[in-house]
């Protein structure tokens, strides 16, 4: 049994402990939370922009703490998951590294890519794993077009586009604190730029365009260029000031001998378009969103039972996604391309 103790209940934190709840495995054995009423299992003041509400919770035989340290100490508690605020992901990543935990870090791994060196190098050195969750391969329409690109059932990948745009999170009042949550290139895009990481690689360069808001970008489009000219690879991510529109994301991916199609805003499913002209809809159950994070969890309970690192979660490519993120506000700033 994996026993985990998740750090910070806020949204994230009530979804990890919810889909902790559907997998084998695993249980949640204490939770560190400063918030009295959400220590006492009082989460009705808890929002997102997907997901269940929040509700009153039965914590009975979790152990509650309000000190990271004290929960640190705990021997149940074999895996740390941390759900803060983005900039204190370093501190209790490495905090819990270095009491000898493994670490569930939510994306991004952090606000600069210093910090998510020195995670990534303090995991290597303490023999722990360092996972961070990049959700994005575990959510159905994504993973099938993971498998479909990385199997090469369709031929060689040429490319493709990704789209993930909010209306703005007002109840977020430090979204635009690149000292806080770094905005919506770091908070929302890095995703897709994880996503596009692990399909495509790191490319050389990206160019993007797009509008500031204070010192994050807050709707941009992004190309990232590669060695291989035939890769055509891009983005558009952000914020628009309308509070209509939900939260949506899709992708175009372009392979040898089909496109791959999917987008929530359109109410497109995932679509195949194969080179013999025939459009085909694969059946992808719909899904709670909580169940696709529980087969993240999944991951987390498989990498610590069986020591193995994961190729999804792993901290390289969060720190590679990052990377991608600060470059794109940088090409912005500086009104052109600028190399990885």
């Not at 939510?106 to 959700?135: F, N, Q, R, Y």
Request: glycine content about 10%; some cysteine.
């Amino acid at each position: 049994m994996v026993r985990v103790g998740i750090v910070g209940i806020g949204f994230m934190g009530m979804i990890h402990y919810l889909a902790y709840g559907k997998v084998r495995g695993v249980k949640v054995t204490a939770i560190c939370e400063k918030i009295p009423e959400r220590l006492a299992g009082d989460w009705r003041g808890i929002k997102g922009n997907f997901g269940p509400s929040g509700r009153k919770m039965d914590l009975s035989g979790v152990a509650k703490y309000s000190d990271l340290h004290e929960l640190l100490a705990d021997p149940n508690v074999d895996v740390v998951d941390v759900c803060l605020p983005p900039s204190l992901h370093p501190e209790a990543a490495l905090a819990g590294l270095e009491a000898g935990k493994h670490v569930f870090c939510e994306k991004p791994i952090a606000l600069t890519t210093a910090a998510a060196d020195a995670m990534v190098k303090t995991a290597s050195k303490k023999g722990k794993l360092l996972l961070i969750g990049h959700v994005l391969p575990f959510f159905a329409a994504y993973r099938f077009a993971y498998d479909a690109v990385t199997s090469g059932k369709y031929g060689k990948p040429l490319g493709g586009h990704f789209t993930r745009i909010i209306s703005d999170p007002l109840w977020l009042k430090d979204f635009y604190d690149p000292n806080v949550c770094g905005g919506p290139a770091v908070d929302l895009h890095i995703h897709d730029a994880h996503f596009i990481r692990l399909l495509f690689g790191l490319p050389k360069s990206v160019q993007s365009v797009g509008r500031m808001r204070g010192e994050v970008a807050e709707f941009f489009h992004s190309h990232f260029l590669y060695d291989d000219p035939q890769l055509t690879v891009s983005a558009t991510s952000g914020v628009i000031r309308q509070q209509g529109r939900p939260f949506t994301n899709g992708y175009e991916i372009h392979l040898e001998k089909a496109t791959l199609v999917f987008d929530s805003w359109m109410n497109m499913p995932v679509t195949v378009l194969t080179e013999d002209g025939k459009v085909k809809r694969p059946k992808i159950p719909a899904r709670d969103p909580v169940d696709d994070f529980a087969g993240e969890m999944a991951e987390v309970v498989r990498c610590v039972q069986t020591g193995t690192p994961s190729p999804f979660l792993d901290g390289t490519l969060a720190r590679d996604a990052l990377l991608l993120a600060h470059k794109q506000t940088e090409s912005i700033i500086k009104r052109r391309p600028v190399k990885v």
